[in-house]
C-alpha cells in the first residue's frame, strides 16, 4: 500500500494518513502501535474498504481493493472494530450474522464460544446486555465466523482481562499457524505487540516512521519515536492527529 | 354560503390580528398575506375545479393530478438534504400509491371515474402521501445517523447495502406511518373529518357522509404504507457511495 487520507474538519483539510507506505507477507502478523490518533484504524478501514484512500492505492492480493467485489473483499479482509457493537438481538444473532448476510448454513455457535471460554448459556442473552469484554470476545467471534483470510484487529482485547486476553492471543496465533492466517493487528498493549507480532509498525501523525521485525523493533529501534515508545516516552495523545 | 356571510368570516382574521398587536406578537403581516393568499388559491383552484368539472375529459383531469402530485413531491423532497434526486423518487413514491389506490378504487367502480370524485380524492391521498414522504426522508437521515456503527458493522461483514440499511429503512418506515395509524384509530372520537364535515354542511346524509369517509381512511392507509415503502426502496441506495461505505 502507499496511501494518504485526509477529512476536512471545519474547513481545514486535516491529514489522517500521509503517504504511508508497506506491504504485509501473507501468513504473517503485523502490530501497528503508536499514540491514539496516530491513523491506525484509519490505515485498518482502508484494508476493507470502509474508507478509500485521497491518493495511492491499497492491494489485497494483488488487486486495488476498489477493483474488488466489495462483499467479496470484506469477507475475505474482517475487521474487528475498536468499539465492539452489537447488532439487535442475541448473542447468537450476532454469531450468526454473517452467515444469514451471506445465505449460509448457521455456525457452530456453542464451539465459537468455547473457543474465547464464555459459556453457551450466553447464546439466547441480548447482545447488547453483555459486559464490555464479553462484547469483544463476540465481536471478535462474528468476524472469524465469517472465515476471513486477513484479519484486521482494532484494539481487539482492550477491555480484557489477562486471562481473558491470553485466551484470544491464543486463538488468534493458532489461526495464523493452522490456516495461514494474515493479521494486522492495532494495539496500546507493547507487551502484547511483542509477544505476538512477527512484525511491527510505528504510526505517529499519520506516518509510519518506522517498520521491521519486531523483535529488532523493540531490541534496536531506529527511530527517535521508536526509542521513545519502547522507553515509555511517548505519551498516548502525542504524535496523534487522525483516528 | 354567500359571499355576504364569507366576508363576514373575515372578522376571525381581525380577531387574530388584534389578539396579535394586543399582545405585540408582530404576526399581523403573515397573517394577512396568509389569508390573502389562502383566498386566491382556494377562489383560483375553485374556478379552475368549475372549469374541469364542465368539461369532464380525461386528460384534463390526469393533468390535475399530475400538478397536484408534482407540487407534492417538491414539498416533500425538501426535507431529504444530503440525499440526491430527492424529487424524482419522492414523485414516484407518490405517482405508486395514487395509481394503486386510485385505480383500485376506480377498476372497483367503488367511486365514478368523473372529476368531481377522482380530483377531491386524488388530492386527499397525494396530500398524505406527501406528508408520509416527507416524515419518511426526515427519519431516514437520522436514524441512518443514528445506526451508523450497526450499518458499518454489517457493511465489513460483507452485506449489501440493502441489508445494511435493512433495520433504518424499516424504522423510517413505520414511524412515518404512525401518523396516519393514529389518526385512524382516533377518527370520530377526537376529529370529525375534513371530507364528512363539508358532506354533511352540504346537506348530505350524516351515514353516507361516514361511509365515503371510511373509504378515504383506508385508502389513505394504503397510500402511506405504499409511499413510504417504494420511497424506502429507491432512497435505500443514496445511503451509499459506490464502494458501499455509508454516504449520509
Not at chain 1, 27 to 36: A, F, K, Y
Request: with cysteine; glycine share 8%; hydrophobic share 50%.
Amino acid at each position: 500500500m502507499d496511501v494518504h487520507r485526509r477529512i476536512v474538519v471545519d474547513g481545514r483539510d486535516r491529514h489522517l494518513l500521509r503517504g504511508v507506505n508497506g506491504s504485509v507477507t501473507p501468513g504473517r502478523v503485523v502490530t501497528l502501535v503508536g499514540p491514539s490518533g496516530a491513523g491506525k484504524s484509519t490505515l485498518l478501514s482502508l484494508c476493507n474498504l470502509l474508507q478509500t484512500p485521497d491518493e495511492g492505492a491499497v492491494f489485497v492480493w494483488g488487486w486495488e481493493v476498489r477493483q474488488w467485489p466489495v462483499r467479496e473483499l470484506r469477507r475475505r479482509v474482517g475487521l474487528v472494530m475498536q468499539q465492539p457493537v452489537m447488532l439487535p438481538g442475541t448473542v447468537a444473532d450476532n454469531l450468526a450474522a454473517a452467515a444469514r448476510l451471506h445465505a449460509e448454513a448457521e455456525p457452530d455457535n456453542r464451539g465459537l464460544l468455547r473457543l474465547v471460554g464464555l459459556p453457551a448459556e450466553l447464546l439466547a442473552r441480548p447482545a447488547g446486555a453483555l459486559s464490555g469484554g464479553e462484547k469483544q470476545r463476540i465481536a471478535l467471534l462474528r468476524t472469524l465466523a465469517n472465515r476471513p483470510e486477513i484479519l484486521l484487529l482494532d484494539e481487539a482485547t482492550s477491555a480484557l482481562d489477562r486471562e481473558s486476553a491470553a485466551v484470544v492471543e491464543e486463538l488468534v496465533l493458532r489461526r495464523v499457524r493452522d490456516e495461514g492466517l494474515t493479521v494486522l493487528w492495532v494495539t496500546h498493549d507493547l507487551a502484547l505487540a511483542r509477544r505476538v507480532g512477527d512484525e511491527t509498525w510505528l504510526v505517529v501523525d499519520g506516518r509510519v516512521v518506522e517498520q521491521r521485525p519486531t523483535a529488532a523493533f523493540f531490541d534496536d529501534p531506529q527511530s527517535e519515536w521508536a526509542r521513545r515508545l519502547v522507553r515509555g516516552h511517548l505519551a498516548p495523545a502525542e504524535g496523534g492527529e487522525g483516528t | 354560503m354567500s359571499l355576504w356571510s364569507l366576508a363576514l368570516t373575515l372578522a376571525f382574521v381581525a380577531a387574530a390580528m388584534l389578539l396579535s398587536v394586543w399582545r405585540r406578537l408582530g404576526l399581523e403581516k403573515d397573517m394577512v398575506i396568509a389569508a390573502v393568499r389562502a383566498t386566491v388559491q382556494l377562489l383560483l383552484i375553485g374556478y379552475v375545479l368549475k372549469f374541469i368539472f364542465h368539461v369532464d375529459h380525461a386528460a384534463l383531469t390526469a393533468a390535475m393530478v399530475l400538478v397536484m402530485s408534482c407540487v407534492a413531491a417538491d414539498n416533500a423532497s425538501r426535507r431529504g438534504n444530503g440525499l440526491a434526486g430527492r424529487f424524482c423518487r419522492v414523485w414516484l413514491a407518490i405517482a405508486a400509491s395514487e395509481i394503486a389506490t386510485q385505480g383500485f378504487l376506480l377498476a372497483a367502480h367503488v367511486v365514478p371515474s368523473k372529476p368531481a370524485y377522482i380530483i377531491p380524492i386524488s388530492g386527499m391521498i397525494i396530500g398524505n402521501a406527501m406528508v408520509a414522504s416527507a416524515l419518511f426522508l426526515n427519519r431516514l437521515r437520522a436514524e441512518a445517523q443514528a445506526r451508523r456503527d450497526e450499518m458499518l458493522v454489517l457493511l465489513s461483514l460483507g452485506a449489501t447495502p440493502i441489508q445494511a440499511s435493512g433495520a433504518v429503512v424499516k424504522a423510517a418506515v413505520k414511524s412515518s406511518m404512525i401518523p396516519t395509524i393514529d389518526s385512524t384509530k382516533t377518527m370520530g372520537l377526537v376529529q370529525l373529518p375534513g371530507m364528512m364535515t363539508g358532506q354533511i354542511l352540504a346537506g348530505a346524509d350524516p351515514i353516507q357522509a361516514v361511509r365515503y369517509q371510511l373509504l378515504i381512511v383506508f385508502a389513505l392507509m394504503a397510500s402511506a404504507a405504499i409511499t413510504t415503502l417504494v420511497l424506502g426502496f429507491l432512497t435505500y441506495p443514496r445511503l451509499f457511495n459506490e464502494y458501499h461505505q455509508p454516504a449520509v
